[in-house]
């Protein structure tokens, strides 16, 4: 009779170390992409509410980075009911001071338009996280811009369609914030006129002084709307430099642009018109 092979002991007891390794390792590893998946969906209803354009990056901002914000109520009783309650109602005509310690450009935080819930999922997120923002900028890119509305012609145009437009090269362009703060520049970019683009889908407008009564409303990917009169684009100096671009240095956008985005270059604040990740352009009238 054929002998059968009986593993030594050490073997044995090798392979139950290994087995109860990965048991234990199991659940942590699994419960890492759950948080991360949860810190970017909290990162994600952050910059859809607008909060990331004023608590996103560390330095003077229209708020403070998030990660001060952090650092001041770590291991503060109630942390999470008071950053619902200043997220909901705001911090009133005085602020929190953050102005005065040289962390913010604005006195004070307005009230947010969101639910009880998601202002405890953002406070939350803030303190567990201790402020740190997942890089989402990939999840808002759009590959093209669509044109809809009181047009004839609704338009879909991807990059290489923008390319067939009257091509316009622009140097430089400071980006101020409504509150009138630096935010940098945008710099050595590509596109076209949106008036041009306008042109080609053919804005309807039968009566005489029907062209006054619309509006061009421009919206990105994360829901943040640009507005723009007709007067204000086909009627004044403005219009020119309305850009829809998709190129900077000679290559395509990078995420934190969107394959495709817009500026009014020619707003003495151009800031609140420059739209990041523009999906769509919409002709709308707004009044009889």
Partial sequence: MKRQHTPHVSTLLKSLLVATLFALAGPATAAAPAADAAAEASAVLAQKNGCLACHKEAGKSNGPAYQEVAAKYA???????????????????????????????????????????????????????????????????????SLSGLVKNPLKLDPAALRQFPPQQVGEVPLVCQTGAD???????????????????EIIAPGHNDVKKLAIIATASDGYKAVFS??????????????????????PLGDEEGRIAMVSSKDSRTGPRHVKWLQDIEVKRIAD
Avoid: C, Y
Avoid at 116 to 139: C, F, P, S, V
Avoid at 185 to 192: Q, T
């Fill in 75 to 145: 291991g503060s009783q109630n942390a999470a009911a008071l950053l619902v309650k200043h997220i909901t109602e705001g911090t009133g005509p005085k602020g929190l001071g953050w102005q005065q310690a040289g962390k913010a450009s604005l006195p004070f935080m307005p009230a947010n338009r969101v639910t009880a819930a998601e202002a405890q999922q953002l406070a939350n997120w803030i303190l567990t996280t201790g402020g740190k923002i997942a890089n989402i900028d990939r999840l808002f890119v759009t590959e093209s811009v």
């Fill in 230 to 251: 007709w007067n204000e684009l086909f009627n004044s100096p403005l219009g020119e430099g309305v850009m829809v671009f998709f190129e900077k240095d000679g290559k």
């Fill in 183 to 201: 935010r940098g520049k945008l710099e050595n970019f590509k596109g076209v006129k949106l008036t041009d683009i306008l042109d080609k889908a």
